[in-house]
């Protein structure tokens, strides 16, 4: 199956090469994946399916453009390409284009990652369903075991494994087998203080393998923390306007690292969307703040060994003892700059800790302010800097909760915000790429009540 | 377009081009129903895009998609089982609905089944609300690439504060076959087109940016020179304008919303909340409120897929129900949920044509369409009159709400301020938010100068996203949480 994918992306990239591109990239993939939902005891929603697609870089007599297709069908692919190539060559050129260095391509074989289990790629349907049932009982259990009047509970199940295979005219040619797993529950209770209102928690887990993913202990583990969550928000209402401490759970973190992540990127650089352009080697955070791109993380959730031109990995210092080390720039971007290259994309995100805390430890630390665990709406200009973001969380004083927040907003700017920054935890959140840890930050602008 | 009356075995594009025949959609349903289920329906779409960026004042990037498959639904009293396939060739269709049939039937756990009779589907026309002149598959890449070149002479040179332009132009073209396990079949050909421009502007090492967008379900002929114009006029002045910004006190005030995006308000406040699969499992903040009063009798809001080239409008909805203009709120008094056939069923009431989905590759959920308040008995200007001090929320974006709580959050890219009853000054990024039921009844008056947005809003839902419209009069509301910026702190 996975030669066959092969053999069709040599196929087009030979089609390319014949209707005139004289540099060509293209990604074929193919995954499989199950999802299904167990609702109030009953079968929810269940899908299952193969997803594929291929998408091929031109590089025309310094033209430019992408192009991609659900439709493998044999005999489609030379009209495919045919098309591809002729809106190509109808653009202008832009002289920065072009495939990467050759010598920015990893040199074999590829490095051990922990990327697929087997036993995960064959478990079968009834696997996922048996799960999801065993998910939802648990979790329905636990929620009516915690007292408030319960509306409904879901538990899930989701499994996913996936191909893909990148090669091009320089000849590079890499593959990436990856699977991935996750269990989790959500369930809503009515507020038992404020009429209508409905409080929910949540919490999912994921791994590579599926043994960390199948035992009771997880599972009992994501019911409870869900439970934790729901009960936590009963009577949620907005906490007083001022500046205050700001602490940041860590799986809500990812948002502010993503806003931050964004704007190092060469795309927000080039297009003069960047607060950080011109700050390479300067400050723009606090001392404790150290942040790596670590692609080489075993069975990482953003784990690779080359980038998505190709471009070898390799784990990268982007932000040290606070200053701006790095950008992240693909072949175009670091032309267009001026800069040598870097790698095209975020991997894994890891912060070194500045304290042995979690976010328990640093909210019995906070003498007044808000513990942020989620975001609602809101935006991050990345031009300037400024942001300001819809929150939810817990209200602090004397390192206790005084009550549940929503409908209050956070705002500022980005450079203030980071060069505030007084704790990182040590407890990075595992589940996602960014693994971001509990983060304090000193004087926020918040609106409330 | 291809609604036409004729029900014989014309299966149209997909017989023409990718062989598949009414014999075939019905020897598939037969197999979606081997297992238990009581309903399937068969869902085909071919999309193709073409997305087109110059960059000041180049055509340097191209992106074309080509986006093909068919879905299976099948559906066992309120269990779904789901599965597509982008192959669309029988033995991999077959094996795609013995899929759906066994998630249905069990979630994927092996049990027996028994048949279920399919009627033969009979093709229904549905509306015809974006007929085309110049249909993008017939539009030449030079027409599109001219579009750009003229907004991008208007954008070049209009003011030397700008260091950078991007505007992108992008259309799409959705072929639609769709036939269920009770005798219907539907035919739609979707356009969707988008022309965007986005600047940055320098002023004493300052900088800012903006964007403006014109989106409909539409041909060639719909960006006509004005309206290029137009917009080349607002990105530049939209982004020029962010310069004079000033800061506004942050906290609850009086917020006067534009008429057009504010529309947005309707769509977190209230809108997420009346899609009945949120309430057929109570998890929505209104689900034991139909009948009740929650706003004042000026308040009227409707959810209408039937506005012709709207972003919003469906022909008929993605399980084939036909499209329809549904009274969510009258009078202030909450009249209707957003249905699809699921949740349709179990109320015991009719769908309301809203089940849409993403693509093939997604069962349909109930959504909004295009949803917008009617208008009221005040002049804008009494409205504004009528504030001592406050917001007028022009452009906005970044909607989001929690259902089960109603709390609600949407973004301010820019605005004025309001002080005792005159825009005194711009303002710029605020995030407001509130409790969706109480922002409701907090609408103290109406304007009469309802305007849909014309920007491209989709609106995105359990990790699927669809094109949707939003409309407003002016507005006031008495107090929202308007968040600051750091100049305010």
């Known amino acids: 199956m996975n030669e066959e994918l092969i053999k069709t992306a040599h196929q087009v990239l030979e089609l390319a090469q014949k209707a005139g591109s004289h540099q060509a990239g293209v990604k074929i993939s193919r995954s499989r994946f199950i999802d299904v939902s167990i609702r109030d005891g009953e079968p929810d929603k269940a899908s299952a399916s193969t997803r594929q697609g291929l998408s091929l870089r031109l590089f025309i007599e310094g033209r430019f453009a992408v192009h991609s297709t659900s439709d493998l069908r044999p005999q489609g692919l030379a009209a495919f390409v045919a098309d591809a190539a002729a809106l190509t060559k109808a653009l202008e050129p832009d002289p920065y284009r072009s495939l990467p260095d050759p010598t920015r391509y990893p040199v074999g074989p590829a490095p051990e990652l922990g990327l697929y289990d087997p036993e995960l790629a064959q478990a079968p349907a009834g696997y996922w369903a048996d799960k999801a049932a065993r998910m939802e009982a648990l979790a329905s259990k636990r929620a009516k075991d915690s007292g408030p009047q319960v509306v409904s509970v879901i538990g899930g199940a989701y499994g996913e494994t996936a191909f893909g295979y990148l090669a091009d005219t320089s000849g590079f040619q890499g593959t990436l087998e990856e699977t991935g797993g996750f269990a989790g529950c959500s369930m809503v209770y009515m507020d038992q203080e404020q009429e209508n209102k409905r409080r929910s928690g949540w919490w999912w887990e994921g791994s590579r393998q599926l043994g960390l993913l199948g035992e009771r202990q997880t599972m009992q583990r994501i019911a409870g923390e869900a439970v934790r969550r729901g009960l936590a928000e009963m009577g949620a209402k907005p906490g007083p306007s001022g500046r205050y401490g700001l602490l940041v759970e860590n799986q809500a973190a990812r948002t502010l690292l993503g806003h931050l992540l964004g704007a190092m990127s060469g795309q927000s650089l080039h297009n003069k969307r960047s607060y950080l352009s011109g700050r390479l080697g300067e400050p723009i955070a606090a001392e404790i703040l150290t942040l790596r791109d670590e692609p080489f993380l075993i069975g990482g959730m953003a784990s690779r060994w080359f980038d998505a031109e190709g471009a070898a990995s390799s784990p990268l210092v982007m932000i040290e003892g606070g200053a701006l080390k790095r950008y992240y720039l693909n072949t175009y971007y670091s032309r267009q700059l001026g800069l040598a290259p870097t790698t095209a994309s975020a991997s894994n995100i890891v912060l070194k800790p500045s304290h042995a805390e979690d976010f328990s430890a640093m909210l019995a630390g906070l003498e007044r302010g808000l513990a942020v665990t989620g975001f609602l709406g809101g935006n991050f200009n990345s031009t300037t800097g400024d942001f300001s973001l819809g929150v939810k969380g817990l209200w602090v004083e004397g390192g206790s909760v005084k009550h549940a927040v929503e409908g209050m907003n956070l705002a500022g700017n980005a450079l203030e915000l980071w060069r505030g920054l007084v704790k990182v935890g040590s407890d990075p959140y595992p589940f996602s790429a960014t693994r971001a840890p509990s983060l304090l930050f000193d004087g926020v602008q918040l609106s409330g009540a | ?489």
């Open chain 2, 1 to 489: 377009m291809q609604n036409s009356a004729d029900s014989t075995a014309d299966h149209g594009y997909f017989e023409k081009y990718h062989g598949v025949i009414g014999r075939d959609l019905a020897r598939l349903m037969s197999e979606a129903l081997s297992r238990g289920g009581d309903f399937c329906d068969l869902f085909f779409q071919e999309i193709k895009g073409i997305w087109i960026v110059m960059e000041d004042g180049v055509v340097n990037r191209a992106y074309t998609v080509v986006h093909l498959g068919m879905g299976v639904r099948v559906l066992r009293g309120q269990q779904s089982g789901y599965a597509f396939s982008q192959v669309l060739e029988m033995p991999a269709m077959l094996e795609t609905a013995r899929t759906a049939a066994s998630l249905a039937a069990a979630g994927g756990r092996d049990t027996g089944g028994k048949g279920l009779e399919v009627r033969p589907p009979k093709l229904k026309p549905g509306l015809d609300l974006y007929p085309c002149q110049s249909p993008w598959a017939e539009v030449a890449v030079e027409e599109r690439l001219k579009l750009l070149r003229g907004l991008g002479e208007q954008v070049a040179g209009a003011d030397p504060r700008m260091i950078k332009t991007l505007l992108q132009f992008h259309d799409s073209w959705a072929h639609i076959m769709l036939a269920t396990s009770e005798g219907v079949l539907r035919q739609d050909q979707r356009p969707r087109a988008s022309l965007v421009a986005s600047c940055v502007a320098e002023e004493g090492g300052r900088r800012e940016s903006n964007y403006v967008d014109v989106t409909a379900r539409s041909g060639l002929e719909f960006f006509s020179e004005p309206m290029v114009a137009d917009l080349a006029r607002q990105a530049v002045e939209r982004t020029t304008r962010l310069f004079e910004a000033r800061p506004v006190g942050a906290g609850e005030m009086p917020v006067v919303l534009a008429p057009g995006s504010a529309g947005i308000l309707l769509h977190e406040a209230i809108g997420h909340g009346l899609e009945a699969d949120f309430n057929r499992r109570r998890v929505s903040t209104y689900a034991d409120r139909m009948g009740d009063r929650i706003a004042n009798e000026q308040v009227t809001i409707v959810d209408d897929g039937t506005i012709p080239h709207s972003h919003g409008a469906i022909n008929f909805d993605d399980e084939g129900a036909d499209s329809q203009r549904t009274v969510l709120v009258e009078k202030g008094v909450l009249k209707s949920f957003l249905h699809d056939r699921l949740s349709a069923a179990w109320y015991k009431s009719a769908s309301t044509g809203s089940g849409r989905r993403q693509s093939y590759e997604y069962a349909p959920l109930p959504r909004m369409r295009a949803t917008f308040m009617e208008p009221g008995p005040y002049e804008p200007e009494e409205i504004i009159g009528s504030v001592q001090k406050g917001i007028y929320a022009g452009q906005l974006t970044n909607g989001q709400v929690n259902i089960g709580a109603g709390d609600f959050s949407f973004y301010v890219k820019s605005g004025w301020a309001i002080e005792h009853g005159k825009l005194t000054h711009p303002v710029k990024d605020l995030n407001l938010i509130g409790s969706g039921p109480q922002a409701l009844s907090r609408i103290t008056m109406v304007g009469d100068d309802l305007a849909l947005a014309q920007g491209g809003f989709m609106c995105g839902k359990l990790g699927q996203t669809v094109p949707v419209s939003q409309g407003l009069p002016t507005t006031l509301v008495s107090s929202l949480n308007v968040g600051g910026t750091r100049s305010q702190a």
